[in-house]
C-alpha cells in the first residue's frame, strides 16, 4: 500500500545533540511538510518543500532545518536540541498544490525525548 | 488570517450512539477546502472527510457526514452508529484554494477528544 513512513517511531537525544528524523513516502507525492505536535495540541507547521522549493514558516526556529535528497525522501534536522523541542514530529505529502490535490496525508510521527 | 475554532474540548458518546462535533471558521476567502482529520491515542492522523466550498452538498463517509454552512462559516462533523474505535482527537482543518497566499498550507483548530463508552 502506498504510504507516507516515519523512523524511527521513537527517537531519544541529549540536550544540545544534533538529531535527524527521516520521511519516505510511496506515494509520489511533490510535496512534503514538516509538523510539530505538542501533547494535546493541534500539529504546527514547521515548512513544507514544493518539489524542490523549500519554504519556512516566519516563527520557525533557526534550530530546525529540512533536506530533501529526491521526491521519495525528506529530513528534519534539529541542530541542537532543547528540553522544549521533545514533541512528536508529523510528516506529510500532497500530490500537488492544485485544484483537487490538496489533501495532506500524514505518517505515523517521530516521537522525540530530549534528555 | 483564517481561524478554526473547535468549541468542544471533549465530548462523548455511547456505542452505536450518534454525535455531533462542532467547528467554525473565519476566512475572506471564497475558494477553500475543509477536513476532518482523526488522531487515536499514539497513532496516524487519518483523513476522515473533506469538503470543497464550492460544492453545495455535504460529503459523506460511511457513517461520517457533514453539515457545511457556508454563510454561517460552520461544519461539524456528525458520527452515526458510534464504534469504539471511533474515540480519537478530531482535528477540523481548513486550507485556502489555488490563488490564495496561504494555498496548501493546513489551519487547524484546537481538536475534540471523543470517548466512545460500550
Known amino acids: 500500500d502506498a504510504m507516507v513512513i516515519q523512523n524511527p517511531r521513537y527517537q531519544v537525544t541529549q540536550f544540545g545533540k544534533p538529531v535527524t528524523l527521516s520521511c519516505s513516502q510511496t506515494?509520489?507525492?511533490?510535496?512534503m511538510y514538516w509538523y510539530q505536535q505538542k501533547s494535546s495540541q493541534a500539529p504546527k507547521l514547521l515548512f513544507h518543500?514544493?518539489?524542490?522549493?523549500?519554504?519556512n514558516e516566519a516563527d520557525t526556529p533557526d534550530n530546525f532545518q529540512s533536506r530533501r535528497p529526491n521526491t521519495s525522501f525528506c529530513f528534519l534536522d534539529i541542530r541542537s536540541p532543547g528540553l522544549g523541542d521533545a514533541a512528536m514530529y508529523l510528516c506529510?505529502?500532497?500530490?500537488?498544490?492544485?485544484?483537487?490535490?490538496?489533501?495532506?496525508?500524514f505518517g505515523p510521527g517521530t516521537r522525540l525525548l530530549v534528555l | 488570517a483564517q481561524t478554526v475554532t473547535q468549541s468542544q474540548p471533549e465530548m462523548s458518546v455511547q456505542e452505536a450512539e450518534t454525535v455531533t462535533l462542532s467547528c467554525t471558521y473565519d476566512?475572506?476567502?471564497?475558494?477553500?477546502?475543509l477536513f476532518w482529520y482523526k488522531q487515536p491515542p499514539s497513532r496516524q492522523m487519518i483523513l476522515v472527510i473533506r469538503q470543497e466550498a464550492y460544492k453545495q452538498q455535504n460529503a459523506t463517509e460511511n457513517r461520517f457526514s457533514v453539515n457545511f454552512q457556508k454563510a454561517a462559516k460552520s461544519f461539524s462533523l456528525k458520527i452515526s452508529d458510534s464504534q469504539l474505535g471511533d474515540a480519537a482527537m478530531y482535528f477540523c482543518a481548513y486550507t485556502e484554494g489555488a490563488g490564495g497566499t496561504s494555498y496548501g498550507k493546513l489551519t487547524f483548530g484546537q481538536g475534540t477528544i471523543l470517548t466512545v463508552h460500550p
Open positions: 506515494l509520489n507525492h511533490n510535496v
Open positions: 506529510a505529502t500532497s500530490r500537488d498544490i492544485a485544484r483537487g490535490q490538496e489533501t495532506q496525508y
Open positions: 476566512t475572506s476567502e471564497s475558494d477553500y477546502y
Open positions: 518543500y514544493y518539489d524542490k522549493d523549500f519554504n
